[in-house]
């Protein structure tokens, strides 16, 4: 067979097995399952959708691995409970594969985030209650602590926006921005040791705290704006490596 028609076959078959995979989810959807129900053995998903078992059990591994389901060994397959560890993994692994290149897709994950959490700030804000805004102004004070000591800011860093977010109870918002952190942590191995000015950090934590203390979700959602500025200049700065 030639290299072409071998290629042509590989992706067909890719085509198909996306088919089978997209099918089986649609199956849950219309059989009613839900979270912990158990769906049809392979033998009877083989005579449903008219495949072998061998080339089921292979999408019930693919849709195990994009956290569809869960396989039990000895029980059975369900269909499995919210998780986004699967696509947070996956992001994260593209985000730093992209930096030894030209970083487009990190410079997008930013571009995202950037979008969510300016577009997203005032929803949070109207839901923050007043115990959240102190958690929010501890996540300050041990970032203030932490830059004093001369310490590197990045899990308080992360834990402010988290904290930040915390109001809207959205599991997806926050795996997200772990895949960020991921990325963002990569930059900095990336780029080596070299100075980093902790005040500028802790200033543009507390401007957008002071925002949100304040009430004020235009600015605060301009301070958040500005705050990946710095952050995709070191991405330029690690793609014209």
Known sequence: MAPQEVSSARFSAQLRSHALQTRIMELILEQGLDVGDALPTEGELSAILGVG???????????????????????????????????????????????????????????????LESGLIGSAMDLMTAAQRDDLRSALAAMEDAAAKGEPLFIHDAEFHRRLFAPLRNDLLMNLMDVFWKVYRQIHLELGPGPVDLGKQVRDHADIYHAVAAGDKALASERLQRHFDGIRGKLRTVAAR
């Open 53 to 115: 078992r061998n080339t089921i059990r292979e999408s019930l591994k693919v849709l195990q691995a994009l956290g569809v389901i869960e396989i039990r060994h000895g029980f059975g397959t369900f269909v499995a409970p919210n998780n986004f560890h699967a696509l947070a993994d996956g992001l994260a692994f593209r985000g730093k594969l992209s930096l030894r290149h030209r970083g487009d897709e990190a410079m997008e994950l930013v571009d995202v985030r950037q979008a």
